[in-house]
């Protein structure tokens, strides 16, 4: 049974930063492309970030060049380091290994001044 526990998410002022961090527990992780989604209210669930087994990651346009994701296969954890962060960036964050229908219960990202 895949679990996936997200972290680190919280309450900040815009330019703030964040680093969201997910463990993952049964499935061999470092086989994965791990991505991080993320939902707004009223909105569809969207790609924010991804990263391969072999380190290459793909950024959504909304987030390129603030955003970092990386991944620690010793620890079966993949992170989201979110800076310069904007209101629009609030949403509820979840991780994903892709082509998986496993899911975490994500975690909430709200910045506002």
């Known amino acids: 049974q895949v679990q996936l526990v997200e972290s680190g998410g919280g309450s900040v002022q815009p330019g703030g930063s964040l680093r969201l961090s997910c463990t993952v527990s049964?499935?061999?992780?470092?086989?994965?492309?791990m991505g991080w989604y993320r939902q707004a209210p009223g909105k569809q669930r969207e790609l924010v970030a991804q990263?391969?087994?072999?380190?290459?990651?793909n950024y959504a346009d909304s987030v390129k060049g603030r955003s970092t994701i990386s991944r620690d296969n010793a620890k079966n954890t993949v992170s989201l380091q979110m800076n310069s962060l904007k209101p629009e960036d609030t949403a509820v964050y979840y991780c994903?290994?892709?082509?998986?229908?496993?899911w975490g219960q994500g975690t909430q990202v709200t910045v506002s001044s």
């Open positions: 994903h290994p892709l082509f998986t229908g496993s």
């Open positions: 049964g499935i061999n992780f470092s086989l994965y492309t």
């Open positions: 990263i391969t087994n072999g380190g290459s990651t």
